[in-house]
């Protein structure tokens, strides 16, 4: 007797046990609260607008209070964020906060484009001709922690990622001497930089 308690309760802790690991690897899911919208929704989990809207079947902006979503997975860890949010900090300093989301936005588009590193530190580690891709990589600027609005300018450029003009590059005018890069179809100017792809 003393046997079949004991199998019993082996039985039911490794039960629990596993149910307790898949309840833990289950997709994470919102409830969705009077007055947010996909965008915010997609802010504040740092997930793609397109792919949260895809993950729900959805194709309209229509949402009701009380609604579930099912929140995509998100394939950049928390340290990719925190690199990233130290590029911006360090390569748009003082610039308007879109400029920052921009700066994030060609970060991320750089990963996506064939033409590039398809993870975000091999993109701000690139190096080619001898030369960093990103001025903060080689003064070292980039080793400074990043402010709130970069942390939050890498979240809504994440929220944004495939929504933008595919911007792949920024410059300013005013210190870039590149004709090679000067030449490039200008997408958008913010502040002090110019976007182009």
């Known amino acids: 007797m003393k046997k079949i308690r004991k199998w019993m309760l082996a039985s039911v802790f490794c039960s629990a046990f596993l149910f307790g690991g898949h309840a833990a690897s289950a997709a994470t899911t919102h409830?969705?609260?009077?007055?947010?919208?996909?965008?915010?929704?997609?802010?504040?989990?740092?997930?793609?607008?397109?792919?949260?809207?895809?993950?729900?079947?959805?194709?309209?902006?229509?949402?009701?209070?009380?609604?579930?979503?099912?929140?995509?997975?998100?394939?950049?860890?928390?340290?990719?964020?925190?690199?990233?949010?130290?590029?911006?900090?360090?390569?748009?300093k003082g610039e308007p906060y879109a400029g920052k989301v921009a700066v994030a936005t060609v970060v991320l588009n750089r990963v996506n484009h064939p033409d590039f590193p398809n993870t975000i530190r091999d993109v701000i580690y690139e190096r080619s001709g001898g030369h960093y891709a990103f001025t903060p990589v080689q003064n070292g600027t980039i080793n400074q922690p990043a402010d709130r609005e970069s942390r939050r300018a890498v979240e809504e450029a994440l929220a944004f990622r495939g929504l933008g003009n595919g911007s792949v590059y920024f410059y300013n005018p005013k210190t870039a001497k590149s004709k090679w890069l000067r030449s490039k179809q200008v997408t958008i100017v913010i502040g002090n930089h110019v976007f182009a792809k």
């Open 31 to 92: 409830t969705v609260k009077p007055g947010e919208t996909l965008w915010n929704i997609a802010k504040q989990y740092g997930v793609p607008l397109k792919q949260l809207q895809k993950q729900n079947d959805k194709y309209t902006d229509l949402l009701f209070p009380g609604e579930k979503l099912v929140i995509p997975k998100t394939t950049i860890s928390a340290s990719e964020k925190d690199l990233l949010a130290r590029l911006v900090h360090a390569e748009a």
